[in-house]
């Protein structure tokens, strides 16, 4: 599941490792590739063949601080949230961003406001 990812790419930052293989899942290569195209990490890779596919995430860092400063889960397996386009607010005063499941696929939530489209919210990072 992506929070389990999540939460291993935010404990490999504090603990200032270099990069971390994470068990591949589509859900999972379309989530990194999103944080690679915002600077929040420097390079996503995947490797391997298929039973054995890995992610292989290479970490950012900034004056020796990690550029991800935290993550809130707002979806949860208990509770699922969603919100339409016009319900989408900035993260952290634009510092951040939110990250949408649409029917148009995996964006963030300027992406999705710009669209016109809503969807499940995943998480927020900053």
Do not use: C
Not at 2 to 21: G, H, P, T, V
Not at 55 to 75: N, S
């Amino acid at each position: 599941m992506y929070i389990d990812l999540l939460i291993q790419l935010k404990n490999a930052q504090a603990a200032r490792k270099e990069w971390i293989k994470l068990p591949y899942s589509n859900l999972g290569l379309a989530i990194f590739e999103l944080l690679l195209r915002y600077g929040f990490v420097s390079s996503v890779q995947k490797k391997g063949r298929m039973p054995k596919r890995i992610i292989e995430v290479h970490l950012k860092y900034a004056d020796k601080e990690g550029k991800i400063r935290g993550i809130k889960i707002v979806t949860k397996p208990s509770v699922k949230v969603y919100k339409g386009y016009r319900e989408l607010r900035p993260v952290r005063q634009g510092y951040g961003i939110s990250v949408v499941s649409t029917s148009e696929g995996l964006m963030t939530g300027d992406e999705a406001r710009k669209k016109k489209v809503g969807g499940q919210v995943l998480f927020e990072i900053w």
